[in-house]
């Protein structure tokens, strides 16, 4: 599934952590790139752990988002990456390493950091079989897609674009068995709204139940 999140962060948040970046000290991309990525990845980084209370808040910001719960399943989100792209820099079309130290990545995240004005180029294009996407979404908003996509960042022509990225290990690993669990529990979660707890919802919630016992791992 590939859906985006608005507001994740708060107005505070966000300009907590642009306050920081504007102060912090980057790196070159390349440093954290697989062997054929470094080809293409031209941008640059914070240097990993430098931002801890950062990176805190981004998780937090996230584990918070009721969409980002049911859709995600996140066990662990891992390898967060603030990430700063000037003009000329482009990350050209690859796959996410599937483990990154001793997690998977099942799903991928780009939270942006600034607004899309502050910048030209720059979008995040995923393809698909047939076709292909481009998102460039507000500061504070991310969109989320499976890491198993091919994707690229086109180049920044004018400003700067700043972005945090990152990984999440899913609790279940099978994208169809996340869905199936996401419909079930959205149609859960309506029946509650407009009806409070009735039955119906008490069957529903003992099938997202089990079907996580089943699935998570
Ligand atoms: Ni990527």
Redesign the pocket.
Known sequence: MLFQIPDVLSAEELSQIQQALAKAEFVDGKTTAGWYAKQVKHNQQLKRGATPDLEATVKAALSRHPLFQIAVRPKQIHNLRFSRYGVGMSYGT?A?NAMMGSYRSDI?FTLFLNDPEAYTGGELVIEAADDEKAYKLKAGSAIVYPSSTL?RVDTVTQGQRLVVVGWVQSLVRDPAQRELLFDIDTVRRSLFAQQGKTTEFDLLSKSVSNLLRCWAE
């Open positions: 690859h996410d991928s994707h």
